[in-house]
């Protein structure tokens, strides 16, 4: 019963009328003095929502073009709500003429972070300071195709297609990672988790990793379809190449 209300809150989270919830936060929290905007889901993989406007810097002039959410990932309504309301946020700062906020982080700045601290004393959940998505769980809904996916040494991976994984010289690059990396584990997997990070179309460095929690690493070897390759500081075994 439990895991049928998970998933049923799951889905009904997913198809609410982004539209009506707009208008009632604005209405209820910031006065009705927001813009209407045009607000739809999205299946963004990097942010759990995001809003993008245009600034004419000539004539200080914000126009929204977009606002967003994702349903790549699971959430229950709190937490919809509170990632509306940090987007919000950013609406309500173009609206009164702030295109970029003080500080390092142009856009959760000091008058970001001024306003969140304000309707976090008035709504009853929490709002995210972030749009960050490394913690969150992919939705059951979204099917990953298998990719290849190097483990280098403690929660890191670096996801590869498999078509740009089979067309590199995997023997060179594998030489390459053995002599900075003791512990190297491939093998490929359609955990949706992967849907998280971009992948590669080929082999080049070992830029491009991916730090990634222990839950998560998980999800992705229980996923596991064929093992490659591995190698624990200088034991070394070949499934495939």
Same mark, same amino acid.
């Given at each position: 019963?439990?895991?049928?209300?998970?998933?049923?809150?799951?889905?009904?989270?997913?198809?609410?009328?982004?539209?009506?919830?707009?208008?009632?936060?604005?209405?209820?929290?910031?006065?009705?003095?927001?813009?209407?905007?045009?607000?739809?889901?999205?299946?963004?993989?990097?942010?759990?929502?995001?809003?993008?406007?245009?600034?004419?810097?000539?004539?200080?002039?914000? %126009?929204? #073009?977009?606002?967003?959410?994702? /349903?790549? =990932?699971?959430? !229950?309504?709190?937490?919809?709500?509170?990632? +509306?309301?940090?987007?919000?946020?950013?609406?309500?700062?173009?609206?009164?003429?702030?295109?970029?906020?003080?500080?390092?982080?142009?856009?959760?700045?000091?008058?970001?972070?001024?306003?969140?601290?304000?309707?976090?004393?008035?709504?009853?959940?929490?709002?995210?300071?972030?749009?960050?998505?490394?913690?969150?769980?992919?939705?059951?809904?979204?099917?990953?195709?298998?990719?290849?996916?190097?483990?280098?040494?403690? %929660?890191? #991976?670096?996801?590869?297609?498999? /078509?740009? =994984?089979?067309? !590199?010289?995997?023997?060179?690059?594998?030489? +390459?990672?053995?002599?900075?990396?003791?512990?190297?584990?491939?093998?490929?997997?359609?955990?949706?988790?992967?849907?998280?990070?971009?992948?590669?179309?080929?082999?080049?460095?070992?830029?491009?990793?991916?730090?990634?929690?222990?839950?998560?690493?998980?999800?992705?070897?229980?996923?596991?379809?064929?093992?490659?390759?591995?190698?624990?500081?200088?034991?070394?075994?070949?499934?495939?190449?």
């Amino acid at each position: 019963m439990r895991l049928f209300n998970i998933l049923f809150e799951e889905h009904s989270v997913h198809n609410t009328n982004l539209d009506t919830l707009y208008n009632k936060f604005n209405r209820k929290y910031f006065d009705n003095e927001l813009p209407k905007v045009p607000i739809s889901w999205n299946n963004n993989k990097r942010s759990g929502g995001m809003v993008k406007a245009k600034y004419n810097r000539s004539t200080g002039e914000i %126009n929204i #073009i977009s606002f967003q959410l994702s /349903k790549q =990932f699971k959430m !229950s309504e709190e937490h919809l709500h509170g990632i +509306m309301m940090h987007e919000m946020i950013h609406v309500y700062l173009f609206h009164v003429g702030i295109p970029y906020t003080t500080g390092k982080d142009k856009m959760h700045g000091i008058e970001f972070m001024a306003k969140l601290r304000e309707l976090r004393k008035k709504v009853p959940f929490d709002i995210p300071v972030t749009e960050e998505v490394s913690e969150m769980e992919v939705s059951d809904h979204i099917k990953m195709k298998p990719v290849v996916v190097i483990e280098i040494g403690p %929660n890191s #991976i670096i996801p590869v297609s498999t /078509k740009g =994984f089979d067309s !590199s010289d995997k023997e060179k690059f594998i030489q +390459m990672l053995s002599r900075r990396i003791k512990n190297i584990e491939i093998y490929v997997s359609n955990s949706n988790v992967l849907s998280k990070f971009p992948v590669k179309r080929k082999l080049e460095t070992v830029k491009g990793s991916y730090k990634i929690s222990d839950d998560d690493i998980k999800k992705i070897r229980d996923k596991k379809i064929t093992h490659i390759y591995s190698m624990i500081d200088t034991e070394v075994k070949f499934d495939l190449l």
